[in-house]
C-alpha cells in the first residue's frame, strides 16, 4: 500500500479530521492562504465549536492545473474545530468587510503527547496576514476541514504568493 498523493486527488470535495499535530500539519498547509471575512468565524459556545468558512485555495490541485493550462482553483470549506473551551484574539475585526488571510493553524499541547496518540488539551493558533491571530483552548484535538462547495476558478487566475 502507498501513501497518497497531492497528484491522486480529483475533484472530490476534501473531508479531513486531525486528531494530533501531524494531521494538523498536513490540513494547515490545505488551509493556507485562504481567505475568510471577520463575519465568517463562530464560535458556539454551548457546543463548544469554533467554525471557519474559508475560501480555500485548492493546493491539492495546483500542479495538475498547472499542466493542463486550466486556471488554479478555490472551493468553500469549513475548518471546524471541537472542544472549545475558550477564545482569545488579537488584532481581528469580527465584520464582514475586513478579507483576513490564513496563515497556519498550530498547535502546543498543554503536556507532552506519546507519538501516536491523540493530542490531549492544549492551544490551537490560527496566524492571519497582517499580526491577526486566534488562540482557542482545547480540552482536546479535533479539527475538521471540509469542503462544501464544487471548485472555483479562482478570481485572481494567480497561486498565492509568499516572499521568501
Given at each position: 500500500?502507498?501513501?497518497a498523493?497531492?497528484?491522486d486527488?480529483?475533484?472530490?470535495?476534501?473531508?479531513?479530521?486531525?486528531?494530533?499535530a501531524e494531521?494538523?500539519?498536513?490540513?494547515?498547509t490545505?488551509?493556507?492562504?485562504?481567505v475568510?471575512?471577520?463575519?465568517?468565524?463562530?464560535?458556539?459556545?454551548?457546543?463548544?465549536?469554533?467554525?471557519?468558512?474559508?475560501?480555500?485555495?485548492?493546493?491539492?490541485?495546483?500542479?495538475?492545473?498547472?499542466?493542463?493550462?486550466?486556471?488554479?482553483?478555490?472551493?468553500r470549506?469549513?475548518?471546524?474545530?471541537?472542544?472549545?473551551?475558550?477564545?482569545?484574539?488579537?488584532?481581528?475585526?469580527?465584520?464582514?468587510?475586513?478579507?483576513?488571510s490564513?496563515?497556519?493553524?498550530?498547535?502546543?499541547?498543554?503536556?507532552?503527547?506519546?507519538?501516536?496518540?491523540?493530542?490531549?488539551?492544549?492551544?490551537?493558533?490560527?496566524?492571519?496576514?497582517?499580526?491577526?491571530?486566534?488562540?482557542?483552548t482545547?480540552?482536546?484535538?479535533?479539527?475538521?476541514?471540509?469542503?462544501?462547495?464544487?471548485?472555483?476558478?479562482a478570481?485572481?487566475?494567480?497561486?498565492?504568493?509568499?516572499?521568501?
Amino acid at each position: 500500500m502507498t501513501d497518497a498523493r497531492f497528484e491522486d486527488g480529483d475533484d472530490a470535495p476534501l473531508r479531513l479530521i486531525a486528531r494530533d499535530a501531524e494531521d494538523l500539519n498536513v490540513i494547515s498547509t490545505l488551509v493556507q492562504d485562504s481567505v475568510l471575512t471577520g463575519a465568517d468565524l463562530r464560535y458556539i459556545k454551548a457546543r463548544r465549536r469554533f467554525t471557519l468558512l474559508l475560501n480555500r485555495f485548492r493546493w491539492e490541485d495546483e500542479s495538475r492545473a498547472k499542466a493542463s493550462g486550466r486556471r488554479v482553483e478555490r472551493v468553500r470549506s469549513l475548518l471546524d474545530l471541537s472542544d472549545v473551551t475558550a477564545v482569545a484574539h488579537q488584532g481581528l475585526t469580527r465584520d464582514s468587510d475586513t478579507v483576513l488571510s490564513l496563515l497556519s493553524v498550530d498547535y502546543t499541547p498543554d503536556a507532552p503527547v506519546e507519538a501516536g496518540e491523540p493530542a490531549g488539551p492544549g492551544r490551537v493558533v490560527l496566524t492571519f496576514a497582517g499580526d491577526g491571530a486566534l488562540q482557542l483552548t482545547v480540552e482536546c484535538l479535533e479539527v475538521e476541514l471540509s469542503d462544501v462547495t464544487r471548485p472555483y476558478a479562482a478570481p485572481s487566475g494567480h497561486v498565492p504568493h509568499h516572499p521568501d
